[in-house]
């Protein structure tokens, strides 16, 4: 399963240009907000804003993993399905596959911007928090993401007459803004007193044990393979 996802973004131009204009919106607000103009003996330079900083580890892990959520999302690779059907895979098993690669990917986001923060001369506190922050959202955000999703990556024909824009306009306008400014506000918090991350890492706990919960069980996987009869025969594989 992680070869085909990294074959079929690697192979499929529509799937990298997808994944770009999430990567691009996520890292073009991040420099916006890490950078600010400041006066200097009569003239106005370019600086680092150190509560600006603090906003791209969140807005950048977004931006990645919702990127990567809406590629596997997007029903271009639908004949490549057989494979998994005639194969006897669990469909669950695909999306677990899909989950965990998403969240090694928010991984090495993290560790990139970790790298980033330290060349800008961050001390070991602050990158030390940064590093649980991130790890933290990457589970949070990878299983929110990927709760219900129980399909194959590329392999979920969309539905006709459903939209999802309310719902696009609630997560990106109503949820996102005030969720950066809180995640600003508890990394600057935590940077003081360390014992507050217990804010952080309790409530990923217990909301990792919720989202396994909820997560839908192998009951499902029959639905799935129902009605392909028909599919079978026009590839030549009755």
Not at 31 to 47: D, E, K, M, Q, Y
Not at 59 to 77: E, H, K, S, V, Y
Not at 127 to 135: E, I, K, N
Request: include cysteine; aromatic fraction near 10%.
């Amino acid at each position: 399963m992680f070869h085909f996802i990294g074959q079929t973004m690697t192979r499929n131009n529509h799937y990298q240009v997808y994944l770009a204009m999430y990567c691009g919106m996520g890292l073009a607000l991040a420099v916006a907000c890490a950078t600010t103009l400041v006066p200097s003996s009569g003239n106005i330079r370019w600086a680092l804003s150190s509560k600006g900083l603090h906003a791209v580890m969140p807005l950048l892990l977004f931006w990645a993993i919702t990127g990567l959520r809406a590629a596997f999302a997007f029903p271009l690779n639908l004949s490549a399905g057989w494979v998994f059907r005639i194969t006897g895979v669990r469909t669950s098993e695909c999306a677990t596959a899909a989950r965990r690669w998403t969240f090694l990917c928010a991984v090495s986001v993290t560790c990139s911007i970790l790298t980033v923060l330290g060349l800008a001369g961050w001390g070991a506190r602050q990158l030390f928090v940064q590093a649980v922050c991130g790890v933290c959202l990457c589970i949070l955000l990878t299983d929110g993401f990927f709760l219900f999703n129980q399909s194959v990556p590329f392999n979920q024909p969309r539905m006709p007459g459903r939209t999802s824009l309310p719902l696009m306009l609630t997560l990106y306008v109503g949820v996102l803004p005030p969720a950066i400014f809180g995640a600003i506000s508890l990394e600057r918090a935590i940077e003081k007193h360390l014992m507050k991350l217990l804010l952080v890492v309790l409530p990923t706990a217990f909301a990792r044990v919720a989202f396994v919960a909820l997560r839908s069980g192998p009951e499902e996987v029959k639905e799935e393979m129902e009605g392909y009869e028909g599919e079978f025969q026009l590839l030549g594989l009755g």
